[in-house]
Each structure stands twice: as structure tokens, then as C-alpha cells.
């Protein structure tokens, strides 16, 4: 389910590493994107379009640009395919990917991440289920990239997976639920939920103690 160095297809939350390779390829560091180039960034990340993601990933040089860009942005376990949906990661990875996107000291510079995570923010209400569901109300951000697919090595059953941030007043979280073998979307996604609202809730109650918050 969500543990350990399984592998899982990642379906559409490649979508957010296509988009940090984008900006890696990017010269000078931080250039912004061309117009068109930016709209179909957003159209990948917001709406999920499967086609704005094939053009940037022919744009990135598919797995070739995908692998390269993974190595600069630390991830160890997620390889591409050529056909990007079927691409294969860990949690673990999916952690670094986070941490790479979010991070003062990782690859990308503050516009790219500022970037990045102004679209994951503003993913369209229907595609803002996932991690999202382990939000409190008094949540300041939340931001989700969610990925679904039916899987033929597993018989047509669903993949859901779903990676994200939540800001809180003490804490700035990274999550990332992978999971697979649902007997339908639905199924999928509730199990995602509760995955994701368990671990923040456990998560919450043994750092209640901690001191001030950290950036």
C-alpha cells in the first residue's frame, strides 16, 4: 500500500516531476517560461491534461531529460517510461521530489518553486481530493497533484495516488500516498483519504510538544 521501497506506476503525479525538469532545463536558472510553454504547464498541473503533458515531455527530452533532471533533484528510486504515465516511484522518492520543490537549498530556484507550488495550489476542485483530506480547518495552504489509472499488470483495477503539502501553524508537512489494486477510482481515493488523515493525525500528536515551528 503506502509503505516500504515498493514500486508503483505513478499515473498523473509524474506531472510535477515533468514540470521541475522543465524549469531545470531553463537558462539562465529561473528564466520564466514562454508563454505558451507556461500554459501548458498550467494546463498539466491544474486540469491534469494528458496532452500539455506529452508536450512538455517531448520538450524535457522524455525518460533521457526525466533521469537527468531526477538526478539533480535527488531522487534514487523513480524510473521513467517512455510512455511518462507508466513511469514507477517510491514514497520515498516522491518525499524527495517534495523536499526538492519546497527546499531553500534544493535545485530549483525561489520563482521555479514559488511557481510549482502556486499551480499544485490551484488544481481544480474536482482533482482536490487526496492528502488534501487530511487538512484541518485551520490549514493556511494546501497543495496536491493526484494521479488515477487502471492498470493492466493488475488486472484493470485502479492505481491512486496522491502527493502534496500542508501548511499548518506549526508545522509544514509532505505527504505522499501510493497505492493500488482498488476495485474502482472511488475506492481508491478513500482509502488514499484515510491513509493520509491517519499518519498527519498520529503525526500531529507526537509533535505536539515540539517547540517553536521551523521553516
Known amino acids: 500500500m503506502t509503505v516500504g521501497a515498493k514500486r508503483f506506476e505513478t499515473a498523473s503525479i509524474v506531472k510535477v516531476n515533468i514540470l521541475a525538469a522543465l524549469l531545470l532545463r531553463q537558462n539562465p536558472p529561473g528564466k520564466v517560461l514562454g508563454s505558451d510553454t507556461r500554459r501548458l504547464a498550467e494546463a498539466m498541473i491544474v486540469s491534469s491534461d494528458n496532452d500539455a503533458a506529452v508536450a512538455l515531455w517531448q520538450r524535457i527530452g522524455g525518460s533521457r531529460g526525466l ?13 521513467p517510461n517512455s510512455h511518462w504515465g507508466l513511469t514507477t516511484t517510491t514514497v520515498a522518492d516522491q518525499l524527495r521530489l517534495l523536499t526538492a520543490l519546497t527546499s531553500p537549498t534544493g535545485p530549483l530556484t525561489p520563482q521555479d518553486r514559488t511557481f510549482i507550488m502556486g499551480l499544485m495550489k490551484k488544481v481544480i476542485p474536482e482533482q482536490r481530493w487526496g492528502v488534501t483530506a487530511a487538512g484541518e480547518p485551520g490549514s493556511r495552504s494546501e497543495y ?72
Do not use: F, M
Request: aromatic content about 4%; cysteine-free.
Open 67 to 79: 533521469t537527468a533532471a531526477n538526478r539533480a533533484l535527488g531522487l534514487r528510486e523513480t524510473k
Open 144 to 215: 496536491v497533484k493526484n494521479g488515477w489509472d487502471t492498470a493492466d499488470v493488475d488486472g484493470g483495477r485502479w492505481l491512486v495516488n496522491s502527493i502534496g503539502r500542508i501548511v499548518e501553524a506549526r508545522h509544514d508537512w509532505l505527504i505522499a500516498v501510493l497505492s493500488d489494486h482498488h476495485v474502482s477510482q472511488k475506492e481508491g481515493v478513500r482509502v488514499v483519504e484515510k491513509a493520509a488523515t491517519y499518519v498527519l493525525k498520529e503525526l500531529r500528536a507526537a509533535t505536539a510538544g515540539d517547540g517553536p515551528p521551523q521553516g
